[in-house]
């Protein structure tokens, strides 16, 4: 294993924004939702929520690139029920809602070095009405054009990108703490030694420590258990 590997996952793990996360209001599209996937984990969300009937339930392992490998997707039925798991992960998480009203306000002008959730709508129908009653604030993309409204995965993007910003200047990547070290190591372990990783999960075996540099910390009985020969 080269150790830029392993660092490289350690330095996004230890950057993980645990308390800034995007809900998706039924967004059906398969691109829109793996594009607003791909955003979340660029800019460091650890947990995106997504309204979806489980009738109408398609997220695959087809999501965009390796996004699935390092970002949470959590299912939900209904508004109701993403609402209460997002207030549970984070009590006192401002909601922001996109959409057009006369309270409104510049997506900019809002405080996202605060624990923020962004729900954005459907496609063709936009945010519902329950998603709305639920919503802190709404927020709005500033429009010059004829148009009202841009691709929701545009605008996930755009929100996103200004949350990272505001975060970044206030130091809040460093803090290297927000995600438990449970959750960590797992993804770790996953993320550098793949091949094992399936093999502990077909035997049973709980993934074993790793030292500073990433390698494998386990006694011979470990391997045997696995059947691999211990690398020396």
């Known amino acids: 294993m080269k150790e830029t590997r392993f660092h490289r996952v350690k330095q996004v793990l230890d950057r993980r924004q645990t308390d800034l ?16 996937v791909r955003t979340a984990d660029a800019v460091g969300c650890h947990h995106v929520h997504a309204v979806w009937p489980q009738e109408q339930r398609r997220l695959t392992n087809n999501t965009s690139g390796g996004s699935k490998n390092w970002v949470e997707t959590h299912m939900h039925d209904d508004i109701d029920a993403a609402v209460a798991a997002i207030r549970e992960q984070n009590p006192g998480i401002q909601l922001l ?18 624990p923020t959730a962004i729900i954005v709508g459907q496609e063709r129908l936009g945010i519902s009405d329950k998603a709305l009653a639920h919503a802190d604030k709404h927020i709005v993309i500033p429009m010059q054009g004829m148009v009202q409204s841009l691709n929701v995965s545009v605008a996930a993007a755009l929100i996103l990108y200004e949350a990272q910003r ?20 797992t993804l770790l372990f996953e993320g550098c ?10 035997k049973g075996l709980p993934y074993p420590a790793l030292d500073e540099e990433g390698e494998i910390v386990a006694d011979e009985a470990f391997w045997n258990a696995l059947k691999f020969k211990k690398v020396t």
């Open 193 to 202: 030694h793949p091949i094992i990783a399936n093999r502990c999960v077909e």
């Open 166 to 185: 505001q975060r970044d200047e206030a130091g809040l990547y460093d803090r290297n703490d927000m995600l438990d070290a449970h959750t960590k190591h």
């Open 21 to 36: 996360t995007v809900c998706l209001d039924e967004v059906h599209k398969h691109h829109n939702l793996s594009a607003i």
């Open 97 to 114: 809602a996109t959409n057009l009203s006369d309270e409104a306000v510049d997506y900019r002008e809002i405080d996202y070095t605060k």
